[in-house]
């Protein structure tokens, strides 16, 4: 088979090929529920709403008005009776032809304005991923630190031992089991600062996944073991910028800008609307 280029390998789900289900399980339910995703979707919901009230501008406009009148007279000597009733219905349309391309710069401009906005959340998607992706390994990275801590404080307890057995036998000074405790309570609260660290992550991972703080215990496991390395390429194409949402939107804001600025000088032509009008 043929080798795969730089853009092939460089893949939008880039966090499935590190190939550990629970860091996808994290990022898929963090798509999910997490509240930067949910106040994103309901920005670009908003747009779509408002592009649609925009489209109804370049379409005809039909207006209809029942209406129901009653006359009533009254003699001297007979009581009040009805002498007409009356009830009507008009209806109205209404079409202004786009001659000089007025309504097409909104309807691109607004079109504009809504791409820029859905590129902003799929920024927000992507920032969120990798925030996410951070967190989860910070959290391993501290698991194995946590681990080597514990080993290399254990081992100072045993060299404490040796420190004490050796000087009953007068072979080592009372200030080396001094100096030894000191190392072995560092050594602890090292071990404390990286244990706190682990939850301090936890918890802004928690965060991340829109759970209340404390909802979420990661299990510990090994960096290395769980994640497989990805294979990056030496050198980036340039075609990888026309991924990034950023300059996506940037391009949209320009072309929003340039479609309203060729509409501005057609504010100042005539209309011209279609008008028609039906009573019965």
Do not use: C
């Not at 050594?187 to 802004?204: F, I």
């Not at 994640?227 to 991924?243: K, N």
């Not at 309203?260 to 005539?270: E, Q, W, Y």
């Amino acid at each position: 088979g043929r080798e795969l280029t730089a853009s092939e390998l460089i893949q939008p789900d880039w966090w499935h090929g590190l190939g550990d289900p629970y860091l996808i399980k994290l990022i898929q339910q963090a798509i999910d529920q997490g509240l930067d995703m949910r106040i994103a979707a309901l920005r670009l919901d908003k747009a779509g709403i408002q592009l649609g009230k925009d489209r109804f501008s370049a379409t005809p406009k039909v207006a209809i008005s029942p209406a129901d009148s009653i006359a009533r007279g009254k003699a001297n000597t007979q009581k009040s009776a009805t002498s007409r009733e009356t009830e009507s219905l008009g209806a109205a349309l209404s079409w202004e032809l786009d001659i000089w391309g007025k309504i097409r710069k909104d309807l691109q401009a607004a079109d504009a304005r809504y791409h820029a906005t859905e590129m902003d959340w799929r920024a927000t998607q992507l920032a969120l991923i990798a925030s996410v992706a951070e967190r989860y390994f910070e959290i391993r990275q501290f698991d194995e630190q946590v681990v080597q801590q514990k080993a290399s404080k254990q081992q100072a307890e045993q060299l404490l031992d040796i420190y004490y057995a050796q000087h009953k036998e007068g072979m080592v000074p009372e200030t080396r089991i001094r100096s030894q405790k000191a190392e072995i309570a560092s050594l602890q609260n090292r071990l404390l600062d990286l244990e706190r660290g682990r939850t301090e992550a936890e918890l802004k991972l928690a965060t991340l996944l829109g759970m209340p703080s404390g909802g979420l215990s990661v299990p510990v496991g090994n960096l290395r073991d769980s994640v497989r390395i990805l294979e990056m390429p030496e050198v980036l194409p340039a075609d990888v910028l026309s991924r990034r949402p950023d300059v996506l939107k940037a391009e949209y804001a320009v072309l929003q800008a340039h479609h309203l600025v060729g509409k501005a000088p057609l504010a100042r032509l005539p209309r011209f609307p279609l008008t028609g009008a039906a009573n019965t």
